[in-house]
């Protein structure tokens, strides 16, 4: 193992990420599209605004323990490959092989991909023509399956190569424009936060002052709105219970991509774990509060029945109308923006390791 991290040290990659840059890294790989929509699902799932929360929260948990955990191995490996590397050092070259090509060909790909669809998907609402149902090249059928090109697609793959580009210009570019957009929707995440505790606790509209307390009449009381699902039992409440953590642990993903980047990390030993522990604290803090401000503004129905899960847009849209639900597509489009870069930046570090 000595020989090969030593390799690596070798390399020419140069140590110029600090504390900050890391820790950008991390929120702004976690922050995409996910916190703005998987509320919807989770609470049809849930049922309650307790249960819903409470999925947030465990979430966080095992974020939290995850990176704590993580941090260790990577003050122990801080090389380029991060999460490639411990497994290679750990069970030997074949699973470092498998989950390598895995990241490549599914996992990163998979990802940068829906998060830049979710990007053209927000765009839409300020350029119409960006759709997924006006084709550029109409669906062929090709072995039961419909290969098309929409202006949606074309889009996101616009973005893709942007920014797959400007990281190609170096670390400084790729790092100047992490920590602007990172910084941009952390502060469009924070308000969505203040706007949505403080005008729906302290409303002039009897709606929005109501919208909290009405939501906790039976605030543990599961009332499934998932149709064709009906809790049964201690079980059935367990199992959909664990469904409804998915969407909040899909939003809370991606935040091992800071090791990928640990050859270029100034003082790892110290910085990957302030990065780590920090980054995932203060996403998983802005995630239970986020929930805290959409319960402050919508009764849970409506959080349930969002138009196309848009939880965030819907609770602007409550507040300050049309403009409202303008400005958080905006920032959606930001933080998606932000997250794709995030993932290309560190994803590419793999590749080079191997």
Partial sequence: MKNRLDSQKQSGLVRALGPIDATMIVIGSMIGSGIFITSAESSRLSGAPGWLLLAWALAGLLTITGALCCS?????????????????????????FLYGWTLFLVIQTGTIAAVAIAFAKFLGVFVPSVSPDHYLVAPISFGGYAISLSTEQLVAIALIALLTWSNTRGLEVGKIIQNTFTFAKTAALAAVVVIGLSLGWNANSAALSSAWWDSWANGWDPQIAQPGLKVVGGLALALLFGRSMVGPLFAQTAWTNVT?????????????????????????????????????????????HAPQNRVAVAMLNAVFGHPGALCMAAAIMISTFGCDNGLILAGARVYYAM
Wanted: net charge negative; hydrophobic share 50%; with cysteine.
């Fill in 260 to 304: 990928f980047v640990g050859s270029e990390v100034r003082e790892p030993g110290k910085n990957l774990v302030r990065a780590l522990v920090g980054g995932c604290g203060i996403v998983v803090v802005l995630y239970l509060l986020a929930n805290l401000a959409y319960l402050a503004v919508l009764p849970l129905t409506e959080i349930e």
């Fill in 72 to 96: 260790e191995l990577a003050t122990m490996m801080p090389c380029a490959g991060g999460v490639y590397v411990f497994l290679r050092e750990a069970y030997g070259r074949s699973i470092g």
